[in-house]
């Protein structure tokens, strides 16, 4: 996505997982978790974690999930990756979002991928997160270029 603004603000956008509800709609909730404390798969237990809700619906069919998203690694303006790291002591799949934001010369521009690992949701993952990207593409749009 082309962006008419700053990458410091594009990239206020997708740095925080809390943001994603008001322009992403598969996203229907994201709420900042207490650092987990010790260590997390690995990972540094203070880092930013979030509980994620995604529903998505496809004709009548509907399918949520919760995660808990930890922001594995961040490059202010320009790179937020999140990783799906659960504290239950159980395996889940594997998810990672990386959202890139770089400097154009009118503005900016972002890069988004999502990995998820499982099977569970198949081609109706595909065609449903397809649909909703370019929904999220325009409502992103519009709410860097009203600021």
């Given at each position: 996505m082309e962006a008419p603004c700053p990458?410091?603000?594009l990239f206020a956008w997708v740095d925080?997982?809390?943001r994603y509800p008001s322009w992403l709609g598969i996203v229907e909730r994201a709420v900042a978790l207490p650092a987990a404390g010790g260590d997390v798969a690995g990972r540094e237990a203070d880092a930013p974690a979030w509980s994620v809700d995604l529903r998505g619906r496809l004709g009548p069919f509907a399918r949520s999930k919760r995660l808990r998203m930890v922001r594995t690694e961040l490059v202010e303006p320009s790179l937020a990756v999140f990783e799906r790291h659960e504290t239950d002591g159980r395996h889940h799949s594997h998810w990672m979002l990386r959202a890139e934001?770089?400097?154009r010369p009118a503005?900016?521009?972002l890069l988004m991928r999502l990995h998820y690992g499982g099977?569970?949701?198949g081609p109706v993952l595909e065609r449903l997160l397809s649909e909703e990207v370019e929904r999220g593409r325009d409502r992103l749009l519009g709410l860097v270029s009203a600021t």
């Open positions: 990458p410091e603000e925080d997982l809390a934001v770089s400097r503005g900016s521009a099977g569970l949701w």
